[in-house]
Nanobody, 123 residues
Framework: HVQPVESGGGLAQAGGSLRLSCIASRNIASINAVGWYRQPPGNQRELLAAISRSGTTKYADSMKGRFIISRDSAKNTVYLQMNDLRPEDTAVYYC?????????????????WGQGTQVTVSS
């Protein structure tokens, strides 16, 4: 089972930025949609943003304005640009490929998870 691969995590200071990358496991043009999630310590995984094959984007309300999802088909990669980072953004960030948009919401593909990348934001 081939998975997407996340990268770009690390340690950042509050107010800083990071850009996460998700390299798709197959030709991104064949993937319906890709989503970014995160799971803070002791909490459930939550959806941050998703992007469809056509470029339609969907954001969690709490992320609008700080996080930006985009994709580069030539590089088979979906990005999550994270700005104005806060200590509460500390989490493991996951990419999910192959999910679907239903009534405007992204439903993940249970077989489409990457291994995650750790983001730690210091105050």
């Amino acid at each position: 089972h081939v998975q997407p691969v996340e990268s770009g995590g690390g340690l950042a200071q509050a107010g800083g930025s990071l850009r996460l990358s998700c390299i798709a496991s197959r030709n991104i043009a064949s993937i319906n949609a890709v989503g970014w999630y995160r799971q803070p310590p002791g909490n459930q995984r939550e959806l941050l943003a998703a992007i469809s094959r056509s470029g339609t984007t969907k954001y969690a309300d709490s992320m609008k304005g700080r996080f930006i999802i985009s994709r580069d088909s030539a590089k088979n990669t979906v990005y999550l640009q994270m700005n104005d980072l806060r200590p509460e953004d500390t989490a493991v960030y996951y990419c999910n490929e192959g999910g679907t948009f239903v009534s405007g919401s992204y439903l993940p593909n249970v077989r489409g998870w990457g291994q995650g990348t750790q983001v730690t934001v210091s105050s």
